[in-house]
């Protein structure tokens, strides 16, 4: 075994110019139990990654790398609540969110499993409130629109868990995700709704955020105007936060405002408070379900081998494309027009936490850290950007995704879109030989010459690497375990990349920058300040905006 970062960093180098000589369709020819010796079931997913450029050597290598990182110790001490998020000095408990009632879970001293609880059923008993009819508007009528106004972690999460799980939402409660502090979101959203029967969640975990912030006293403002009075603003508008003076300030009654920690990070926070539009949308039962898949992934996480292990298995796989081959992208492909947000959420969460290029301990990095996400659902994708993955001059590694049952059985439907899962992986690995190209050229009667000419533009290499990702049906407990797996993948790469998944310094950045510049764009008299190109543009709008 390499015991050191470096010398097992080296051992996988030295190898990868092997693996470029290996084609997946020899692997799948010379090893006929290639599925069943690299696919593995946990918590309710399946995931092949046996359509991959790797041997038993590499396996071993990477898993090397994965010791010599001391994995193990890393995963317990997250779990176990240690300061691991280094640059803030603060624990890593999402997983406590979702940990079992009997669990205990120290942080600085102190059991926050009760203090969860305690948080999640007052949620809980706010959702069903509002669910079952008995919390109402100010004319006494129930809800029907639900708007969470949130960015970010504080957006994404509730917003695509509500899309995937539509199936199992409550169909009285229209569920509405406004974030982007451009005017034209929160207006688009307010031009369909009525005052009385809308409920607004400020989500924000510092209170503090411009985007929010705006976007929530425009509706307050919307609201007043509409309802005739402030005293209704109690009854139609919530929070979720950590920042209690800044909630009680903006005009919230402090018994709808919902509390989290320090130690929840804002794109893992979907389990905390933050979910409150999925509990109104799916109901207590459901958001539980959603809870404990993600809590079935967490013990399969921190207690299988790591050659069996789901979340492991496919962070090693992507620092092999990302470290050996020098991939700089991976996709994230759902076929599951429910998981249509699946791939923005799943950027995020990989590319705020292992965008970085220091170390732990400050450091430049000297591996390359992690890829930029991106993805679209399946079948679409193929008519769109597929071509590049299957014939393009960059090797991009996929996730595949997909349920064996849809939630809407109609017709052939089902059937048409694995077909087509199935096909594209086996196509990407397969790839077309010139051979195959030709005969089937000849076949349709080609003339030789015009079959040189197209010839090579048919040929697939193949040879592109997927993982296969299946499960039964997309529920709450299959959404919960499929999102706490890439949580897993990205805290392991992170680890291996010795860098701190958990801190967000760039976003602070944003958050900062914009500040310096908006009294400037106050009035008509242009600035003076900045650069030539900020200036002029500055400038340019100053001019435009009042013409
Ligand atoms: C997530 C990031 C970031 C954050 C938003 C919103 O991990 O920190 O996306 O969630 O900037 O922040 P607030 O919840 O504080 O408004």
Redesign the pocket.
Known sequence: MNRTPARAWQALHDHIPDLKKLHLRDLFAAHPRRFEDCSLEAAGLLLDYSKNLLTPRTLELLLDLARAADLSGWIEKMFRGEKINVTENRAVLHTALRADARDRVLCDGRDVVPDIAAVRNACCRFAESVRNGERRGYTDKPFTDIVNI?????DLGPAMACEALTPFGAPHLRMHFVSNVDGTHISETLKNLQPDTSLFIIA???FT?LE?MTNARTARQWFIQKSGSPEHVAAHFAAVSTNREAVRAFGIDPASMFGFWDWV???YSVWSAIGLPVMLAIGERNFRDFLSGAHAMDGHFRSAPFERNIPVLLALIGILYRNGFGCQTHAILPYDQYLRRLPAYIQ?LDM?SNGKHVTRSGTRCEAATGPVIWGAPGTDGQHAFFQLIHQGSTLIPADFLAPAASLNPVGLHHTLLLANFFAQTEALMNGRTEEEVRAGLAAGNMSPSDMDFQAPHRVFDGNRPTNSIMFKQLDPRTLGALIAMYEHKVFTQGIIWDICSFD?WG?ELGKQLAQAIIPELDGPDPVATHDSSTRGLINTFKRWRSE
């Open positions: 949130g960015i970010g972690g504080s924000s975990k510092t955020t929010t990070g804002g794109r995020q705020e967000q976003v």
